[in-house]
């Protein structure tokens, strides 16, 4: 039996040393990190999200600001929110949920926010400098997801990673962290032929489709350490419903060495590299070296 990576434990840990650096932030230098939200409409997934990391946000000793704007508001609305979240000098990272509703260009909010400030790491600039290796700030799911990797690991040099989907948030983000770790990477997708094949030469699995437990047991290497991102909500025989990944998690278990589990692998990890990633700015802002207890990689 594989072991199960418990991805909830570990953030607990990584919001504790976030928790610290914020202190000593505070105490040394007079600065409290503060990270602004946006939502736009009611989604209930998303309501969630963004009250879970308001509420972690201040629990790590961090300022929230959360700006919630009606379903109809208009492009040039937010954009014009935006814009004033990155003149404020007093906010140190922006984050807009997405997804955001049909009349608003994501990719042109998203590249109005300041490249400094853009805590998801999903402006341009700051995909750019991950594909070349330059200083950035991170998406959070693939940081979350590498650090799991590197905390089994140690180094994860010369290891075969195949990465299933290839979305901007978290398949080519992770895929070129992966690469920076020197593993050989192997990006799949819809059009990919024999998956389950490409899939059992992997010594680590990443699974990131979003389709309910596509990833078979039998498509698992023996041994390998399997990342399920996926967060799916399905319908039991039972009339209730279940939230379960991308990995049918009891097949893998059988002849993986290491699964993180859905829910309480990758998840709690999202929102603590979020908090971790808007203590680094805030670092940056203010011309301060990165504390080391949470420099991870
Ligand atoms: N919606 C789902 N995941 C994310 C995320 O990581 N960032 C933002 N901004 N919106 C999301």
């Known amino acids: ?154 180094s994860l040099s010369g290891k075969s990673a195949v990465v299933v989907g290839r979305s901007n948030i978290v398949g080519k983000p992770v895929s070129m962290l992966l690469l920076k770790e020197s593993c050989t990477v192997t990006i799949t997708h819809s059009r990919t032929q024999d998956l389950p094949g490409v899939c059992s030469q992997a010594d680590i699995l990443i699974a990131a489709v979003g389709v309910p437990e596509m990833v078979k047991g039998d498509w698992v290497k023996p041994g390998a350490v399997i990342i399920d991102v996926g967060i799916n909500r399905i319908s039991t025989e039972e009339g209730k419903t279940k939230l379960v990944g991308d990995v049918d998690f009891k097949g893998a278990m059988e002849v993986a060495g290491a699964v993180t589990p859905v829910p309480g692998g990758v998840g709690p990890m999202t929102i603590a590299c979020l908090l971790r990633n808007t203590v680094i700015a805030a670092c940056r802002q203010h011309n301060l070296d990165v504390p080391e207890a949470i420099k991870t990689f």
């Open 1 to 154: 039996m594989a072991t199960v990576i418990d991805g909830k434990a570990f953030a607990v840990g990584l919001r504790k040393k976030i928790a610290e650096s914020v202190s000593s932030l505070v105490n040394e230098h007079g600065i409290k990190p503060a990270l602004a939200v946006v939502l736009v409409g009611e989604d209930p997934a998303s309501q969630v999200y963004v009250r879970n990391k308001g509420k972690q946000t201040v629990e790590a000793g961090m300022d929230s600001i959360e700006h919630k704007l009606s379903i109809d508001t208009s492009e040039e609305e937010v954009l014009s929110l935006v814009n004033e979240l990155n003149n404020d000098p007093r906010i140190n990272g922006i984050l807009v949920q997405l997804p955001l509703p049909k009349q608003i260009d994501e990719s042109k909010v998203i590249n109005a926010i300041s490249v400094e400030k853009d805590v998801d790491g999903f402006h341009i600039e700051n995909v750019g400098k991950l594909s070349i290796g330059e200083e950035s700030l991170v998406p959070c799911t693939p940081a979350g997801c590498i650090m799991l990797l590197k905390d089994h690991f140690g």
